[in-house]
């Protein structure tokens, strides 16, 4: 069955990150994969699109998770010495040198326009940083979401969407420290709920949702036409579920360490 999603005017397009988002436009599409094809040449962009096009027929579905914080009773989060999170809520704090490593990457036209969109409609950058060196971020909304999403979010809700880990810190736990992180500001700033998104194939990703207060709320596809995006759920959890799940993640959830 298709619904039509909650309609955002003016809502920025997705940048690249490891959380899904909806709707990137066929041009936005076409010149991520040409920076792609000079960076890194002819062979690896047919792989990437190979990829992407497998991803798109056969493993196309969107888990949604969702957190309550209005109960949130998971245990603190201790950042190691050697760790550093910071939250940037405009494009003024954004240091040269950190613009450069978040843009360098793919796109930096539109990792740039993006950036400022997103700065203008409120959103937090948020840095995880070991030493001198980025290792990762994340972005937050609250209130509304970047793009059309599955469905209306209330005035104090938040999206966590578009987290990105570097190569060279993957495996260390820095997308599990930097959400758990998030989600406990959030709560002692009074947000109700968050929500996010990521891929079903992206194994990592959900391995590390696992390892949060986050809980599977569903999973659904999407798909925009002439302008409308349309949302078919596959499985989702009605509310007497999602009320007893919460009280089972309030009595028995337990936040890993990075190391382990």
């Known amino acids: 069955m298709l619904a039509r999603t909650a309609n955002r005017e003016n809502s920025p397009r997705g940048l690249r990150g490891e959380y899904g988002h909806f709707g990137m436009g066929i041009s936005d599409s076409i010149s991520r994969l040409t920076d792609y094809y000079v960076r890194h040449g002819l062979a690896a962009t047919i792989r990437r699109a190979g990829m992407a096009a497998k991803r798109a027929l ?68 948020w840095l995880v940083k070991s030493g001198e060196q980025l290792a990762g971020y994340g972005w937050t909304l609250r209130g509304c979401t970047i793009a059309d999403y599955y469905f209306s979010i209330a005035p104090n809700d938040v999206q966590l969407f578009d987290f990105y880990v570097f190569p060279k810190f993957r495996g260390r736990a820095m997308h599990w420290l930097l959400t758990a992180y998030i989600l406990q500001t959030l709560s002692t700033e009074g947000a109700a709920r968050a929500y996010a998104d990521t891929g079903e194939w992206n194994e990592a990703q959900i391995a590390s949702f696992k390892m949060t207060p986050f809980r599977r709320l569903g999973t659904a596809r999407s798909l925009s036409i002439f302008g409308h995006t349309f949302v078919s759920w596959d499985e989702k959890e009605t509310s007497e579920q999602l009320q007893k799940a919460s009280a089972r993640s309030r009595a028995t959830v337990k936040t890993a360490r990075p190391n382990e």
């Open 58 to 125: 056969f493993l196309n579905r969107m888990i949604i998770f969702y957190c309550d914080l209005s109960n949130y009773t998971a245990r603190p989060v201790n950042i190691p010495n050697s760790l550093e999170i910071e939250r940037l809520i405009n494009e003024a704090e954004l240091n040269p040198q950190v613009l450069q490593e978040i843009t360098s990457f793919w796109n930096p036209k539109l990792a740039h326009r993006n950036i400022k969109e997103r700065f203008a409609k409120g959103a937090s950058l």
